[in-house]
């Protein structure tokens, strides 16, 4: 099956935050095998810790963590790197409208590998993305 190239976003640093370390390995993989650069996190700290020491192009988060979920994740990225865009991870069918207000992507798990390369590359173009989009 031949995969859709991205050659404008080649060379993208990437920081996927999880505390699934499974989860992390296989983003990570899949995200390369496209040509991106990818920094992996198993918490919120040590992928707020990344993003202080590397240039970061899209934050791609797990909501549901112990110690710091996704939304405080976000609050304190915005504060670090204000223009990375953040891509929420959710398993959970609800989030609440202040955390979306916060992210400019969320991504059902169940949808991730459908979802995720079109959202980091419209968020690369700095579009938003409504949650709505990810619904159907």
Known sequence: MPQPPYPKF??????CIDNNKDMLECEKSFLE????????APSGCKGL??????????????YLMPEMNGQEVAVEMRRLRPLA??????GVESVPEHTL??????IAKDRLASH????????QGRGRIPPSCYDA
């Open 10 to 15: 080649k060379g993208a640093i990437l920081l």
């Open 33 to 40: 095998s496209f040509g991106y650069t990818v920094l992996t």
């Open 49 to 62: 810790e990344l993003a202080a020491m590397h240039p970061i192009d899209v934050v791609i988060v797990e």
């Open 85 to 90: 865009p953040i891509i929420l991870l959710t």
């Open 101 to 106: 207000n916060l992210v400019d992507a969320l």
């Open 116 to 123: 995720l390369l079109p959202a980091i590359a419209h968020l």
